[in-house]
């Protein structure tokens, strides 16, 4: 480790990305005084995946109560699953009240990143060409922040519109056309019951179907919201109810699936019990049935989804598709389907890093990866790339709410970078050896999870990359994880003087 220089960076600590985890970042920082910190985002303004995500029927999928920040609980939403502009509303409110947006480079992308062991500074490298540097960079890109184009011979020759969830095109009218939607996972539910009433005819193109729950959903009356707006605390009730719900219902589900399989399978016959109670047709009910574990791929909820293939203007199409043509969509088994409009709610690359990241001689992380499998300290730091934290990094997703892992990363990078600054170490790093003994922990606990289960085969699911690796979840509970960090604070790092 280099011992420690005088060279002053730009800035103490780059973020990138302005969603709720640079959000996140930013107030945690100044809550601990260091406020030279500055966050690129490649957009015009904040919220990340909630700016990029405007598609009809875009809503989140965890209570809002629950998906929202501990420190920031809002009275504001109108719903139990708030719709995506209330959480858009919800990033502006927050950058505003803890004045995040003089911080902010908007319309900055960042294409590299780059680690000088000489100075112990990073140098980030925007699109635009300019270098900035760095003490610490927190990289908050988030998960969902890659689109992923599906690889269909052809795509590129259709003739008719392609929208993306993504990157929907607001100013087309899909009233009156004939529309294909290609993807049915958590994203491909919430539009194609939206827009089934508007079009003239809808083919849901199915590869994989999803298990999707009753949404408890309900608008939440004046009068609670005037409470919560008085005593905004109180939110935490119904907020610690949901939380337990998810952790024995899901995360545990989850993680310790091998020695408690009756959650997994009770959540499959919840799900069965939704899907037959909505859709009229047993074939229908047959096709929309997974073949495959439930939670080795996303769940979701919906009570508006299944009711839209008793539609007369709705078709489930689970033909593999051989081609796009010109006019629509040519099948594996020969036949043709004339489309005006193909929908592409076809995921994200969840697990590509956005910009390239070099460490100690140069070390690419993404080809470091790549040949020795995804690893991290504590699903944020990884040896080698010094004073660089992901929020998260492999193994780093905490819990069923992106808030759990906000909460959990960023506070503990955060942390870390306060003691360093604190003490005016100019590096700090996880060791190799605290970083192996992590990393097989966590492989060793993977085979507990439903991922490693044979109910998983077919599912196509991004929870196992194409490693046969499952280093997207931490497969620990909120509460295991919570003390994992707090213990690796104390002990985990070295710091150079
Ligand atoms: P996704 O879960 O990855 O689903 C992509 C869909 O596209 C899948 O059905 C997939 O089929 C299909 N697909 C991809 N390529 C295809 C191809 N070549 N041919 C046919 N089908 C293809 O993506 P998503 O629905 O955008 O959801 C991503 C994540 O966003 C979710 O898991 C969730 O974490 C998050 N999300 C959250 C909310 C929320 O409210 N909080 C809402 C929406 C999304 P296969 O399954 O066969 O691969």
Not at 62 to 76: D, G, M, R
Not at 289 to 300: D, M, N
Not at 357 to 370: E, F, H, M, R, V
Request: some cysteine; proline content about 6%; glycine content about 8%.
């Amino acid at each position: 480790m280099a011992t420690a220089n005088i060279q002053q960076p730009d800035h103490t600590v780059a973020i990138v990305g302005a969603g709720f985890g640079g959000l996140a970042a930013g107030i945690k920082l100044q809550e601990r005084g260091i406020d030279d910190y500055v966050i690129f985002d490649r957009n015009d303004d904040v919220g990340g995946t909630w700016l990029a995500n405007r598609y009809p029927g875009v809503e989140v999928d965890i209570p809002s109560v629950t998906y929202s920040y501990k420190f920031a609980l809002n009275p504001e939403w109108s719903q139990v699953f708030a719709p995506g502009a209330e959480l858009l509303q919800y990033a502006r409110d927050i950058a505003e009240r803890y004045g995040i947006r003089k911080h902010i480079r908007f319309g900055t992308r960042v294409t590299a990143a780059d680690f000088d062991d000489s100075t112990d500074l990073w140098t980030i490298t925007t699109a635009a060409g300019d270098r900035v540097t760095a003490r610490f960079l927190i990289s908050c890109h988030g998960a969902l922040s890659t689109p992923a184009t599906p690889d269909l011979p052809g795509l590129e020759n259709f003739s008719g519109k392609v929208l993306r969830s993504a990157s929907w095109d607001h100013d087309y009218d899909l009233t009156g056309k004939k529309v294909a939607v290609i993807g049915t996972g958590a994203t491909g539910i919430q539009i194609i019951p939206t827009i089934a009433p508007q079009v003239q005819h809808l083919t849901v193109l199915q590869r994989t179907a999803i298990w999707v729950l009753p949404k408890p959903n309900a608008p939440i009356p004046g009068f609670l919201r005037n409470i919560y707006r008085a005593i905004p605390k109180l939110q935490l009730l119904p907020r610690f109810l949901i939380d337990s719900t998810f952790e024995i219902a899901e995360t545990i589900g989850v993680v310790h699936n091998k020695q408690l399989p009756a959650i997994t399978r009770g959540m499959e016959k919840l799900c069965r019990r939704h899907l037959h109670s909505q859709v009229k047709d047993k074939r229908i009910r047959e096709q929309l049935t997974p073949h495959y574990g439930y939670a080795c791929k996303r769940p979701s909820f919906s009570n508006d989804y299944f009711p839209t293939f008793n539609r007369d203007n709705v078709d489930l199409e689970t033909e593999s598709i051989s081609q796009i043509t010109s006019t629509g969509i040519e099948f594996a088994d020969g036949s043709n389907l004339a489309i005006d409009t193909l929908i592409l709610a076809t995921g994200f690359k969840i697990f590509d890093l956005p910009y390239e990241i070099s460490g100690i001689d140069g070390q690419d992380l993404a080809k470091t990866w790549d040949s020795e499998r995804m690893y991290s300290y504590e699903g944020i730091t990884v040896p080698g790339f010094p004073n660089l934290f992901l929020a998260p990094g492999p193994y780093g997703v905490i819990g069923f709410s992106w808030f759990d892992t906000i909460e959990l990363c960023v506070t503990h990078a955060v942390q870390v970078v306060a003691k360093a600054v604190k003490s005016g170490s100019p590096q700090v790093s996880a060791t190799d050896e605290q970083t192996t003994e992590f990393v097989e922990k966590m492989r060793k606990k993977v085979r507990s999870t439903v991922f490693a289960s044979p109910r998983c085969a077919g599912s196509n699911t991004y929870y196992i990359n194409a490693q046969g690796d499952s280093p997207y979840l931490r497969p620990t509970t909120r509460i295991e994880s919570a003390r994992s960090l707090r213990k690796a604070l104390k002990e985990g790092y070295e710091y150079s003087a």
